[in-house]
């Protein structure tokens, strides 16, 4: 049984063993969340190409990889495909990222891995899914297109002033990353009962449908909402301009929180044009037309911090909106460790989120770097119990390769 000698004991998931083969953000995320919590993880690499956003602008892998181990198997070989089969065998879970039937076409479906190890939790994470239309399921996707196809992005927009947007920066995979791991967690937990394993049809558009609060009044009703793009339409509810400049982001909605607010910005709740016991002014409506121009001509008086000290004192829910440099000077997120330093493959000081949630009795932890291409191949393969001759016969047939150099430092 394949085990990483060099991983430390903690976390809720230490027992769990994960493999994926999976590239750029949706796939690999969720392997990293388990293994922040002590999960063994293997990251397949294609020997061909390794994953692209190793060649990126920024450093988003190394933070998104880390605690991992790498092996780079030309998957298409009846060798790495054995050696796959090997990994599986002992495995909890096994993620995969491509277009839909992927794996059917490498001759590693569901049925070829359930029969070495017929409790394995598998997750097929595509932009269109397993099933339906061969056209829609072979289709290449990514995060803007499932916001697209959706109808999630149909949303974002601004009542023609604009079309339709993209949220960013890549929501739909990180919702997907997280819905993954949820589910994979769940097939585990059936598995430990039962003795059998799950398949999991990840459709990336579909969690998008899933995440859009106007979608059950469409398809129940075929009611469709003004198209406000960042502004609500709840009065009082966004970003709005302060005497500095800055913004100061506003969610008042709740009878409790707007008498607080009329309070702080001298409008007479429980009158008429502003009546008590009411939950939200309509931003379209009298009320709230007048309740915003109140808002924002108090804003104008205020630089943004004196105004978000003056409501949050008075109990109305605000917040500056902040820079990365304020979030980093912010004294709470400082108090909650939040951000966390280690050192990537080349040494590189490398600062980013740290595990999350909290866990208070078995945290998580940054353990080690994310892998350089193949830099565990040797490793892997021995523990699988492959010898020495036949690692290097697989170099030489390129059926395992950690010749590209492209892991980043910055």
């Not at 005497?243 to 709740?254: A, E, H, Q, R, V």
Request: glycine share 10%; with cysteine; charged share 25%.
């Amino acid at each position: 049984m394949w085990k990483n000698q060099a991983k430390p004991e903690f976390g809720l998931l230490n027992d769990l063993r994960v493999v994926h083969a999976s590239s750029s953000l949706a796939g690999p995320l969720g392997p990293t969340f388990f293994s922040e919590y002590g999960a063994d993880v293997v990251w397949i690499e294609n020997a061909d190409a390794p994953d692209y956003t190793r060649t990126l602008h920024n450093i988003q892998p190394e933070s998104e990889r880390r605690n991992q181990r790498a092996i780079g198997i030309r998957l298409r070989s009846e060798e790495g495909r054995q050696i796959v089969l090997d990994l599986v065998k002992d495995a909890d879970i096994f993620i995969e990222s491509s277009k839909g039937g992927q794996f059917d076409r490498l001759n590693l479906s569901d049925e070829t891995l359930w029969e070495v190890n017929p409790k394995l939790v598998i997750a097929h994470i595509s932009g269109y899914g397993q099933t339906g239309l061969p056209e829609y399921v072979t289709r290449g996707g990514f995060d803007a297109t499932a916001q697209a196809f959706s109808g999630y992005m149909w949303e974002n927009q601004n009542g023609g002033a604009t079309p339709p947007y993209a949220v960013g920066p890549y929501v739909a995979d990180y919702i997907t990353a997280i819905w993954t791991a949820m589910a994979c967690l769940a097939g585990v937990h059936n598995a430990q009962r039962t003795g059998k394993g799950e398949s999991i049809d990840v459709a990336q558009y579909e969690l998008m449908m899933r995440c859009s609060i106007f979608a059950t009044d469409y398809f129940t009703f075929h009611k469709e909402f003004p198209k406000t793009g960042e502004k609500s339409m709840i009065a009082g509810w966004g970003g709005f301009p302060c005497k500095d400049g800055k913004i100061l982001y506003c969610c008042f909605s709740g009878a409790s929180t707007l008498e607080k607010v009329c309070k702080v910005i001298g409008l007479e709740y429980g009158s008429e044009l502003f009546p008590a016991k009411i939950g939200l002014y309509n931003v379209e409506s009298e009320s709230g037309k007048a309740f915003e121009a109140a808002l924002r001509a108090w804003l104008l008086e205020r630089t943004c911090d004196e105004a978000e000290a003056e409501m949050l004192a008075g109990g109305a829910p605000v917040s500056k909106v902040n820079s990365w440099e304020d979030v980093e000077n912010n004294p709470h997120v400082q108090a909650r460790h939040v951000i966390e330093e280690w050192e990537t493959v080349k040494g590189t000081k490398l600062r980013a989120v740290g595990p999350l949630p909290k866990f208070k009795n078995n945290p998580g932890r940054v353990w080690r770097p994310a892998p350089s291409f193949g830099e565990n191949n040797e490793e892997i393969l021995h523990e699988l119990g492959y010898t020495d001759e036949q690692i290097k016969t697989f170099y030489d047939k390129g059926v395992i390769n950690k010749d590209w150099d492209l892991s980043l430092s910055r």
